[in-house]
């Protein structure tokens, strides 16, 4: 196949290097990020999508999404594919596949589960917005960066998957690092914590795959000075668009709501910006109850 890759950065490059070894034509655009080795790199956005049968765009936000929409899709072949798999707000994702149904082209919103981890390993959950068709065009591509697509439903829906995963994860990682920093006050030894937790009724992704205190259970970025991984400003920003997609649909959130406040406090105030999200538990070490 003939894929444009648009967003080359921690997620989009190991993505399109995946699809290179599966033996596809990849032309890929970055602004900034060097193409990784065996794509084929292009001046623009439009000059990675011409030609191509599917697109697929990894970029920050939504913002972002729609100024390289509106770039590329006149660009792109008649029948051809726009599949983003960026972290955008429902709204956004909406306009941009509407845009690309006027000009005769598929969209799918199909933002990922997994990390920089699963994007190098392949092992990404996709979860997609769009019709059936623009599915199926899609799915061996699914296969290829990926272990798991569902399809969510209409365009949009994607991205209504994502945000409330993630709102679920970014209440998970404070309630176990806030525990992990409990835990150290009473005396309870980390590796008993963890042993106890990860194998209990607190289990959770947290806990288990992506554990917060350095030294304890499976690899993860507290063993690398909380380098990300998963930024904690990504998570912010997760955490509103979650609130955003909550008031506009009249939703009660309220730890939702609470952990965007505190992601925010520790991305704007405190020493979180760059730092792993995970990084939350040396957050709470320093702290006591005022
Ligand atoms: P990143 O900042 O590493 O990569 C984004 C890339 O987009 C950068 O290389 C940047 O130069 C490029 N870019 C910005 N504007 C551009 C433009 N106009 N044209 C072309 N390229 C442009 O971010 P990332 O970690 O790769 O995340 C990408 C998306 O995936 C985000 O929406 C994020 O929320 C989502 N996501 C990230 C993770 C993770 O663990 N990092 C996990 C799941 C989802």
Redesign the pocket.
């Known amino acids: 196949m003939k894929i444009g890759f648009?967003?080359?950065?921690?997620?989009?490059a190991p993505m399109a290097a995946n699809l290179v070894a599966a033996g596809h034509r990849v032309t890929g655009?970055?602004?900034?990020?060097p193409a990784p080795e065996g794509v084929i790199p292009a001046a623009s956005?439009a000059e990675a999508a011409k030609g191509a049968e599917v697109v697929i765009t990894?970029?920050?936000?939504g913002a972002?999404l729609k100024?390289?929409a509106a770039e590329i899709i006149p660009a792109m072949e008649q029948g051809a594919v726009l599949l983003d798999c960026?972290?955008?707000d429902v709204a956004s994702a909406r306009e941009v596949a509407a845009l690309a149904a006027a000009a005769g082209l598929g969209a799918l919103d199909a933002?990922?589960?997994g990390?920089?981890g699963g994007a190098a390993a392949g092992t990404l959950t996709f979860m997609v917005g769009g019709d059936a068709a623009d599915f199926a065009t899609a799915r061996p591509l699914f296969d290829m960066m990926g272990q798991k697509a569902v399809h969510c439903g209409p365009s949009g829906n994607g991205q209504a998957a994502k945000i409330c995963n993630n709102m679920i994860l970014g209440v998970t990682m404070i309630a176990t690092c806030e525990a992990f920093a409990l835990a150290d006050k009473l005396g309870l030894d980390r590796q008993a914590m963890f042993d106890v937790v990860s194998t209990s009724s607190g289990q959770s992704w947290s806990m288990n795959t992506y554990c917060p205190a350095p030294g304890i259970g499976p690899k993860s970025p507290a063993d690398n000075e909380y380098k990300?991984?998963?930024a904690a400003d990504?998570m912010l920003?997760?955490l509103r668009l979650s609130q955003e997609a909550a008031e506009g649909a009249d939703a009660d959130t309220p730890m939702g709501a609470l952990a965007a406040t505190l992601y925010a406090r520790f991305v704007e105030d405190e020493d979180g910006r760059g730092r792993d999200f995970s990084a939350m538990l040396p957050r709470f070490e320093k702290r006591g109850r005022k």
């Open positions: 648009i967003g080359l950065g921690n997620m989009g655009y970055d602004t900034a990020a956005a990894m970029l920050p936000n972002i100024a390289v960026s972290t955008v933002p990922v589960s990390g920089v990300p991984g998963f990504l920003k997760d």
